[in-house]
């Protein structure tokens, strides 16, 4: 599989503009990427520029702070879901990891997955806000779950994918589910790294100058 089909290209930038989506779709058809990567209001805007294309459309929820109600992202899903979305995205509740509420993020993760049904439910775990023992738990709670992947990070954070993270994440999850490294990959070099170690996708806003 060549590297372009890793791809969830990427633009969740507070100021993309429909045409900003358009363009990003548009360059995800012409570079065969697996996948867009789009706010919730842009995701009817990106279904109907992909419409008749093998490109998936990924929507964020919870993005990026992941502390709403679990009832708000549960909406969001579902939302995102009839607006034309083929997998989910969302962001763990960070505070309720560090408050120890393991049940409530399992909780969350479970009814999110429930109502997207068959759609791809990626966890986002905000790996730069954890300890090692949290990063852990989350990935733990999320295959208890029963998602589909883990991911490392937003982008929005205070730091991005690291390999040590997606080591980390292999071992806790090995075959169960799937990971997405996400946050800071600008190069060929670096994606082709994160794939040697196991990640199944790539999410960047960089997806054209990282297959040249």
Same mark, same amino acid.
């Given at each position: 599989?060549?590297?372009?089909?890793?791809?969830?290209?990427?633009?969740?930038?507070?100021?993309?503009?429909?045409?900003?989506?358009?363009?990003?779709?548009?360059?995800?058809?012409?570079?065969?990427f697996y996948a867009v990567c789009v706010n919730g209001c842009h995701v009817a805007t990106a279904h109907e520029t992909l419409k008749g294309?093998?490109? &998936?459309?990924?929507? #964020? !929820?919870?993005f990026p702070l992941g502390a709403m109600s679990t009832k708000a992202k549960v909406f969001e899903a579902m939302d995102c879901i009839e607006n034309g979305a083929d997998e989910i995205d969302m962001v763990i509740n960070v505070g309720w990891i560090k408050s120890e509420r393991f049940d409530a993020v399992r909780d969350e993760i479970k009814a999110i997955k429930k109502a997207i049904g068959p &759609?791809?439910?990626? #966890? !986002?775990?905000?790996?730069?806000?954890?300890?090692?023992?949290e990063k852990e738990r989350a990935c733990l709670l999320a295959v208890d779950a029963k998602a589909d992947f883990v991911k490392t990070s937003t982008?929005?954070?205070?730091?991005?994918?690291?390999?040590?993270?997606?080591?980390?994440?292999?071992?806790?999850?090995?075959?169960?589910?799937?990971i997405k490294a996400s946050g800071g990959i600008k190069t060929k070099e670096e994606a082709l790294k994160y794939i040697a170690l196991g990640v199944s996708r790539?999410?960047?806003?960089?997806?054209?100058e990282l297959i040249k």
């Open positions: 599989m060549g590297l372009e089909k890793y791809i969830d290209h990427t633009n969740l930038k507070p100021t993309a503009s429909g045409q900003d989506i358009v363009a990003l779709c548009k360059d995800a058809i012409v570079n065969d294309t093998p490109v &998936k459309v990924a929507a #964020v !929820i919870g &759609k791809i439910l990626k #966890v !986002i775990i905000e790996t730069c806000y954890l300890t090692e023992a982008g929005f954070g205070n730091g991005g994918a690291t390999l040590a993270d997606v080591q980390l994440m292999k071992r806790v999850v090995a075959d169960q589910l799937k790539i999410g960047t806003s960089s997806g054209p």
